[in-house]
C-alpha cells in the first residue's frame, strides 16, 4: 500500500513538473484569406506593443513566434484592420489559424476635372486639333507614332524589364486593391503635355 501511495505522489510530482516546464512560446501559423477565401499576398501582421512582425507570402500564409496574451494585428491596403488574441489557454506548440479580412471600401464623390479654364480656351485647343480625316489616315499616324517610339525606345527582349514590368503590375493591383485605378482621360497635365506635343508636331510623320 505504501508503495502505491509513493507511486502517486511521484506521478502528481511528474505531471506538476511538466506543467510548469510548459513553454509560453508558440510558432503561430495560418492564412490570411479575404471574403472570397482567395489568399491576400503582403498582410502586415505585427504583434501589439512590441516591434516584431512578419507579412504574409504570395499564397496569404505566414507564421511567427508569439507568446501567451500576445494580440496580432492585420493590416492591408483596401481592408478592415482585425485583430488576433493568443489566449493563456493554448496547449498546442504549433497553432494554426485562419484569418479573413473584410473589404474596406469607400466610394468618393465624382470629380470632373478639366485641363481649361474656360469654355474659350477649350474651344481653342479643340479648333487647333489634326484630327485624322479618315480610318486610314488615322491607322498612318498611328503606325507612324508606333515607329517613332520604337526609334527612340528600342524594345528589346530584356528579362530584367520583363521582371520589372511585372513587378509594377503587382504592385499596381495590390495598391489599387477595392478602389478604382486612376485615369489619365482626366488629368490636366496630361492634356496639356498632349496638346503641346500635337503643337509642336511631334505626332506628324517626319520624312527620310
Given amino acids: 500500500m505504501k508503495k502505491y501511495i509513493l507511486y502517486l505522489i511521484g506521478l502528481f510530482f511528474i505531471l506538476d513538473i511538466s506543467n510548469a ?12 484569406k479575404s471574403e472570397l477565401q482567395e489568399g491576400l499576398p503582403f498582410v502586415h501582421i505585427i504583434i501589439k506593443n512590441k516591434r516584431r512582425g512578419t507579412i504574409s507570402d504570395f499564397q496569404g500564409f505566414f507564421s511567427l513566434v508569439v507568446e501567451k496574451n500576445d494580440t496580432l494585428i492585420f493590416s492591408s491596403i483596401g481592408y478592415k484592420k482585425t485583430s488576433f488574441y493568443v489566449g493563456d489557454t493554448v496547449s498546442y ?8 479580412l473584410e ?8 470629380m470632373v476635372i478639366f485641363p481649361w ?3 474659350e480656351q477649350f474651344k481653342e485647343a ?5 484630327a485624322p480625316k479618315d480610318d486610314i489616315d488615322r491607322a498612318i499616324k498611328n503606325f ?6 520604337l526609334k527612340k525606345y528600342p524594345a528589346d527582349s530584356d528579362p530584367s524589364l520583363n521582371y520589372k514590368y511585372f513587378m509594377q503590375q503587382t504592385y499596381n493591383q495590390l495598391y489599387y486593391t477595392g478602389q ?10 496630361a492634356w496639356a503635355q498632349f496638346f503641346s506635343a500635337l503643337r509642336n508636331g ?3 510623320r517626319k520624312e527620310k
Wanted: no cysteine; aromatic share 12%; glycine share 2%.
Fill in 21 to 32: 516546464q510548459k513553454p509560453d512560446i508558440y510558432q503561430l501559423s495560418g492564412f490570411v
Fill in 93 to 100: 506548440h504549433d497553432y494554426f489559424i485562419t484569418k479573413i
Fill in 103 to 110: 473589404s474596406d471600401t469607400i466610394t468618393l464623390n465624382e
Fill in 117 to 119: 479654364n474656360t469654355y
Fill in 126 to 130: 479643340f479648333l487647333k486639333l489634326d
Fill in 144 to 149: 507612324a507614332l508606333i515607329e517613332e517610339q
Fill in 180 to 189: 478604382l485605378p486612376p485615369n489619365n482621360l482626366l488629368n490636366p497635365i
Fill in 202 to 204: 511631334d505626332f506628324k
